[in-house]
């Protein structure tokens, strides 16, 4: 069965330090790759997605995110965290398809929260 | 230019009764996709519509949830009747027929059933 991990349910990060959010995924092929970020009382809004070329993608808000085929992840990262980056974060997956983007397979989300 | 916009953003109900959530996805999107997410577990594919055919349906949990899209423009998901287990945020997103593009989504209607 197609899946995504995401293993933490939350992470701390003081402000100012790095952060990484893991992603792993189980989906056959060479899967378009997304995160999605919450924040409180909003709707998901889209952070980056991987679609073929370099492994290192940038994002919205200073986000990047790796992707490592061997491992089959997709971990989000920052350099510097901010309060502001606190909110709930989403990876998902689109198995490809001659017809583009099909549906989004989701983790379990991971919280991330800044503290100052 | 608006954005996935869905009616209510809460709902509560008594089990048995009838929720119709709505979505109004961005103008000339033709993609448009239902989702939900139980309590702290993964958000979870409903239906994919392309304009108004429905193109997967195979996250559809059972016979009492029917999703339409008349005229290809908003849609709606009834639930009807509703169970507990029906309880949720239910997600609809959008998105044009391009590739890689990404799906935009609104803010989710709260659904809860007691």
């Known amino acids: 069965a197609q899946s995504v991990a995401q293993p933490e349910d939350q992470v701390n990060v003081a402000e100012g330090n790095p952060l990484t959010v893991k992603c792993t995924y189980s989906v056959s092929g060479n899967p378009y790759l997304f995160w999605y970020v919450q924040y409180p009382n909003r709707g998901l809004q889209f952070l980056l997605k991987?679609?073929?070329?370099?492994?290192l993608v940038k994002g919205s808000y200073g986000f990047e995110a790796e992707f490592n085929k061997s491992q089959t992840s997709f971990h989000l990262k920052k350099p510097s965290a901010l309060v502001s980056d606190s909110a709930l974060y989403f990876c998902?997956?689109?198995?490809?398809?001659?017809?583009?983007?099909?549906?989004?397979?989701f983790g379990a989300g991971t919280r991330l929260a800044v503290h100052p | 230019e608006a954005g996935v916009t869905q009616f209510p953003s809460h709902s509560v109900i008594e089990k048995g009764q009838t929720v119709t959530l709505r979505c109004d996805p961005i103008s000339g999107h033709d993609n448009l996709y239902w989702y939900r997410r139980v309590m702290g577990k993964e958000i979870k594919f409903l239906l994919h519509?392309?304009?108004?055919?429905?193109?997967?349906e195979s996250g559809m949990p059972n016979n009492r949830f029917l999703a339409e899209r008349t005229g290809g423009t908003y849609s709606t998901l009834k639930v009807q009747p509703a169970e507990l287990e029906d309880s949720g945020v239910y997600f609809c997103a959008s998105s044009p027929i391009v590739v890689n593009t990404e799906a935009f989504f609104g803010q989710g209607t709260r659904l809860t059933v007691v």
């Open positions: 519509f392309v304009k108004e055919s429905k193109q997967d």
């Open positions: 998902a997956v689109s198995p490809r398809d001659k017809g583009g983007y099909n549906k989004l397979i």
């Open positions: 991987y679609i073929t070329g370099d492994n």
